[in-house]
Every structure is written in structure tokens, then in C-alpha cells.
């Protein structure tokens, strides 16, 4: 548990955490985490966590109230590399680089699912079923984004070069949905024979037309 508007993290009695007692937490962070590549949440148990650290129950609870917390800690951690991803939403996809930009966009998207994909399946999964923490979660890494590809529609609309029927926010909730959904499902796309390359090359000209207006060649 992190105190509001600081770094340091608490345990569950309020106490900051010295370093031993970080290396323990960070220890049950990843059996969570390697749990979940393998089973779903719900198939995730404390004991087995505990187990697999070579510590007790008693000390998870220490640090978490339940597994579902400790998936909302691995979640934020996985937000604070966002910037490094939202950095690629910034590039100049209207010069001649621009299908190259996009293409840069979705490979970096992509990475960040290959990265993290146990992480997010199970926040969107426990979101779509409306567990309200993973919603929030979930909004809170998809808005800056969504703001970033917003303001890119609105820019072009305002330059003649997108149709004003697009409502910016609707165009880039659905942007933001084909590359969450595709780099999700990326791998069952291959049984039918869609690769990445495919998939980039696809994706890219998706959004930079969408964004721009322009046709790439």
C-alpha cells in the first residue's frame, strides 16, 4: 500500500517497508506475476504464493489483503513505464515519416503486451466482469492515451484533413480497442496465419489514416 502523494510503501499496518521487507514484497510481486502467465486469477492462491517465495500466508497478508491487491501493485507498476509508450502517440505522423511513426506506434504497443500481457488480460478480464479497482485501473492507463490520439483527430479535423463527422474521442476509443484487442490476441492470430509483421503493417495504416486523413502508398 503507498501513502497518497508519496513513494514510499506501507505495509498493511500503515508501516513503511525497510529494505528486507521491499525485497520480500517485490519477491511475492513476481510469484504473483509468474503465477499469472501460467493460470487464471482465480486459479492464483495466496498459500501457493506464499509457497513459492518460501515464506507463510502470514507474511503475504503482511503486504496484501489479497491476490487481487497484489495485481492492482503489479498493474501500477506497469503504468509507471507509460510515458516511455505515450512518448510514440507524440510523433509527427503527418510528414513523410508519418506512416513510419505509426508503425513505430503499434510496434511499441505490441512490446508493451508482450511485456505485460498476464498483467493486462487479467485487469481487463476482472474489469469487463465490472470489479470496480480494475476498472479504475484500467481507465487510469487507457486515458492518456485515449487524450493523446483525441487531440491528434481534433488537430487534423481543424486542418481540413479529417471528416468532422468523427467524434474525436469516439475515433480514438476505437483506435485504442483494434490495438488492445489485436496485440491481445496477437499470438491466436497466427493459427491463421496473420503475423506480426502483417499485423503492424495493418495496424499502422489504420491509424495513420484514421488520424491524418491521408492515403499512405
Known sequence: MRTDGEDEILDQSGRK????????????????????????????????????????????????????????????????????????FDADFDGPGGLDAARALVNA??????????????????????????????????RPALEHLSKRVASSQEAGHVSQGLQPMATSAALLSILERLAAYQRDLEVVGVDRAALVESCARIVHQTITGQKAE
Open 17 to 88: 517497508l525497510g529494505p528486507r521487507a521491499l525485497e520480500t514484497r517485490a519477491k511475492l510481486l513476481e510469484a504473483t506475476a509468474t503465477m499469472l502467465s501460467e493460470r487464471s486469477l482465480r486459479d492464483v492462491s495466496v498459500m501457493e504464493i506464499a509457497r513459492r517465495v518460501g515464506t507463510s500466508p502470514a507474511t503475504f497478508y503482511q503486504y496484501f489483503k489479497e491476490v487481487e491487491e497484489a495485481v492492482l501493485a503489479l498493474h501500477a507498476e506497469v503504468e509507471k513505464g507509460l510515458p516511455d509508450l505515450l512518448a510514440h
Open 109 to 142: 504497443f505490441l512490446d508493451h503486451w508482450d511485456e505485460h500481457g498476464p498483467i493486462l488480460r487479467v485487469r481487463d478480464l476482472a474489469s469487463d466482469e465490472g470489479e470496480p479497482r480494475f476498472r479504475i485501473a484500467r481507465a487510469s492507463m487507457l
